[in-house]
């Protein structure tokens, strides 16, 4: 089994700054891509950002330029910074973890239960 944590969500000031961590932990021997969804009320959840084993990033485009995505592949934890918010920005954050492999083989994705992240103006 494997479990997500996050943390580093709360409130803050439009133009303020936050950072989003996510730890993944268990039966685990690699995981190929960790990112970012957000699921606004009333909304789809929507793709933010991710990044894989080697470091390539992807980002939507509301947020390039203000969000940075970084991972710890020794710690299996993923980062996103989050500067210049904006209060459409709020949002639950949900971390993925894909393509997690474990020490049997057997391949799946995770999801974390979100934290909540609000911009306030």
């Known amino acids: 089994q494997v479990q997500l944590v996050e943390s580093g969500g709360g409130l803050v000031q439009a133009g303020g700054s936050l950072r989003l961590s996510c730890a993944a932990s268990g039966y685990i021997r690699s995981i190929n891509t960790m990112g970012w969804y957000r699921q606004a009320p009333g909304e789809q959840r929507e793709l933010v950002a991710t990044?894989?084993?080697?470091?390539?990033?992807n980002y939507a485009d509301s947020v390039k330029g203000r969000f940075t995505i970084s991972r710890d592949n020794s710690e299996n934890t993923v980062y996103l910074q989050m500067n210049s918010l904006k209060r459409e920005d709020t949002a639950v954050y949900y971390c993925?973890?894909?393509?997690?492999?474990?020490?049997?083989?057997?391949?799946?994705?995770?999801w974390g239960k979100g934290t909540l992240v609000t911009v306030s103006s």
């Open positions: 993925l973890a894909g393509g997690v492999t474990a020490p049997s083989g057997y391949r799946m994705d995770y």
């Open positions: 990044i894989t084993r080697s470091g390539s990033t």
